[in-house]
């Protein structure tokens, strides 16, 4: 059964950045697609980005286009993201997971907190 763990996370200031990573105990097929979500106090969880089984092509949420980049080491069985200029309304918890059913098993996610 794939886990996922998610890292990376903490406090940053606005304009600054933080690479969150996420690591598939059992590796992640590189058929998958894959995703970085996020989910903010009192609010639903969003799609952020998604990126296809072999990294070709992305897609990212208006709000964070030309900011964040995701990536994906199938190697390493890792999925990236690169998260750049960031805003106060990028605080959340984000976490990674397949970008459509089946989902995998939710991990714990990381907390992003951009303050100043």
């Known amino acids: 059964q794939v886990q996922l763990v998610e890292s990376g996370g903490g406090l940053v200031q606005p304009g600054g950045s933080l690479r969150l990573s996420c690591t598939a105990s059992g590796g992640i097929s590189s058929i998958y697609p894959m995703a970085w979500y996020r989910q903010a106090p009192g609010k639903q969880r969003e799609l952020v980005a998604t990126i296809t089984g072999v990294g070709i092509s992305n897609y990212y949420i208006d709000s964070v286009k030309g900011r964040f980049t995701i990536s994906r080491d199938n190697a390493k069985g890792t999925v990236n993201l690169q998260m750049n200029r960031v805003k106060p309304e990028d605080t959340a918890v984000y976490y990674c997971?397949?970008?459509?059913?089946?989902?995998?098993?939710w991990g714990q996610g990381t907390q992003v907190t951009v303050s100043s």
């Open positions: 997971n397949a970008q459509h059913a089946p989902f995998f098993a």
